[in-house]
């Protein structure tokens, strides 16, 4: 029987990852500050499927991060609201992992339907949002779907994904988040290994480590000394109102400045630009 996790101590439960029929497992980790919720999530996906290992699972954002980097899921349920670390939540725990496991992928699981909760954690990088009233089963699929690389997206949410996040969104740059512009393809992977933002999907939704940065990739100098401390800043998963109060400006001038680092690189949104900074080991 997997035990629940304490606040600020990761359990991880290291499970095979190779199914009965032989095929690899999706390895996922589970977080949710409710003890109850996330054993009862643990124990409807082991009862239906045989092809998911749970491999850890954590309470906050402290524990959530240790146990992302140490088991280095292909997918992390989470939830929005987690206590801990800057009070960030969801978000926080997406932004600070991206450093130690750049390809795992991350499901939003929450009870919130809330436009401010979902596009926080989209632009965070994560890779769908699911609320709480899914079924077991299609939550079984929704984390394939993910770990396939698609974005996946509640009935009730995907109108507002596409609206606020689509192309020409202003909030992310604009992403094409529904249609999969947000978060990497990956599977797990080591912590010590560099991440290739520039690598192409294989067949079995990972990402060719192999892959080349290309000549013309675009370098830090592009950017303004005030933009890049701007984009260190929000790379470390600073909030728009944090990186005010850091550099003494507004939180429209950090908003102007984030529009114009992420249209600089070439990016789409906060968590490409958090995988952007962790690759060159900027931040």
Not at 208 to 231: C, G, H, N
Request: without cysteine; aromatic residues 4%.
């Amino acid at each position: 029987m997997t035990q629940a996790a304490q606040p600020n101590q990761p359990t991880a439960t290291i499970s095979s990852t190779t199914a009965p029929s032989g095929k690899r497992s999706v390895r996922i980790g589970v977080v949710d500050d409710h003890d109850l919720f996330r054993a009862g999530v643990i124990a409807a996906i082991t009862a239906g499927s045989d092809d998911i290992a749970i491999v850890g699972q954590a309470g906050d954002v402290e524990s959530s991060v240790r146990m992302i980097a140490e088991t280095q899921p292909d997918v992390v349920l989470l939830d929005v609201h987690v206590p801990g670390g800057e009070g960030g939540g969801g978000s926080e725990i997406i932004l600070r992992s991206v450093q130690y496991a750049p390809h795992t992928l991350y499901l939003a699981l929450s009870v919130s339907d809330s436009p401010t909760d979902v596009g926080a954690v989209i632009r965070a990088g994560a890779r769908g949002y699911v609320t709480k009233t899914i079924t077991a089963q299609d939550l079984i699929a929704s984390i394939h779907q993910v770990a396939e690389g698609y974005a996946v997206f509640s009935p009730k949410l995907a109108g507002f994904v596409l609206n606020a996040l689509g192309p020409g969104s202003q909030q992310n740059g604009g992403a094409g988040a529904a249609a999969g512009g947000v978060g990497g393809v990956g599977g797990a992977a080591s912590a010590g290994d560099d991440y290739n933002p520039y690598a192409q999907p294989t067949p079995n939704g990972t990402r060719s480590a192999a892959a080349p940065v290309p000549d013309d990739d675009i370098d830090i100098d592009v950017l303004s000394p005030r933009e890049q401390e701007v984009m260190r800043l929000i790379a470390r998963g600073y909030s728009y109102k944090e990186v005010a109060a850091e550099l003494f400006i507004s939180v429209k001038t950090v908003e102007t400045h984030v529009s114009k680092v992420l249209r600089k690189l070439q990016l789409s949104n906060r968590g490409e630009l958090a995988r952007w900074a962790a690759y060159r080991r900027i931040v």
